[in-house]
């Protein structure tokens, strides 16, 4: 099955169960919203699959097109199609913005099929278009002196360049004013496609005005303890959470 699929995975920190059994499936071509109280496990979810060792994984497993990549290291997982935007991006100083892509790209790509200059030069060209943004971007160091919008629209150009089979992106709203939010799903939205699958990561619902979701899942104590379509993105953003904890509870 051509899916990022999380079977009941139980995770730990320091001994401390946070994740208690997720189940949840995004089939490549989808784009799905995982919601949540703060404090539910979002984060910890994106981080056990982006391959962070703070974490253990007690049970479960977590597949890309039907291959476990529990045991990968986190530069293979990436190889295998999966790309993770982090809530706090690394600058990397010293290299600047296009030879960090060409870097990124060519650590995805076997020996010997290393990207050509006119194909790098055509797919940043069209990712920077997508994201309204200048070409200059390409020159500065990768995220040194960024503002919030500007790192964020960087995790997504990455995103745009590297074209990976499916992408976590967490909490990307947090921080980014509306002009930015609309650039950043304008990128996701441009990214769409039969052979790209989204798990998109949010608190609220703003940012699901803009990527609209085929499927929404709702995280609470390191469980999916409700999935729906968008609708229920909307149903949240009005209601809160109480009443699923209390549905939950009951
Ligand atoms: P969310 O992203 O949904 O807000 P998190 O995954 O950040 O939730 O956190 C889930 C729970 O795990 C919280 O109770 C948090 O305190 C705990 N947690 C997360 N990371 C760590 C860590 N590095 N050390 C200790 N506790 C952690
Ligand atoms: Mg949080
Ligand atoms: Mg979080």
């Given at each position: ?39 539910s496990?979002?984060?910890?979810l ?5 391959g ?11 597949l ?25 991006p ?31 030069y ?9 994201l ?16 919030g ?22 909490e ?9 939010l ?44 409700r999935e ?23």
């Open positions: 099955m051509n899916a990022l699929e999380i079977r009941n995975l139980h995770a730990s920190i320091g001994g401390e169960p946070i994740l208690r059994g997720v189940n949840l499936i995004v089939p490549r071509g989808e784009v799905h919203a995982l919601m949540g109280p703060n404090g496990g979002k984060s910890t994106s981080k056990v699959i982006a962070d060792p703070t974490y253990e994984v007690t049970e479960g497993d977590v890309v097109d039907g291959e476990s990549i529990l045991e990968l290291e986190p530069d293979e997982r990436a190889r295998k199609g999966l790309y993770l935007a982090f809530q706090y690394v600058e990397v100083p010293g290299v600047s913005m296009a030879n960090f892509l060409r870097l990124a790209l060519n650590a995805r790509r076997a020996e010997g099929d290393e990207v050509g200059v006119m194909e790098f055509n797919k940043v060209q069209r990712a920077v278009k997508e309204n943004w200048d070409e200059n971007i390409l020159e500065r160091y990768l995220n040194e002196g960024f503002s919008g500007e790192k964020k629209r960087s995790e997504v150009l990455q995103m745009l360049v590297l074209e990976p089979k499916y992408a976590l992106l967490d990307t709203d947090s921080g980014l004013d509306v002009d930015a609309k650039v950043v799903s304008q990128g996701v939205n441009a990214a769409r496609g039969p052979e790209f699958g989204a798990l998109v990561i949010t608190h609220y619902q703003r940012l699901l005005n803009y990527i609209v979701p085929d499927k929404v899942h709702v995280m609470y104590k390191g469980q999916i303890i729906g379509p968008k609708e229920l993105a909307v149903e949240l953003d009005q209601r809160g959470y109480d009443w699923i904890r209390e549905e939950v509870a009951a």
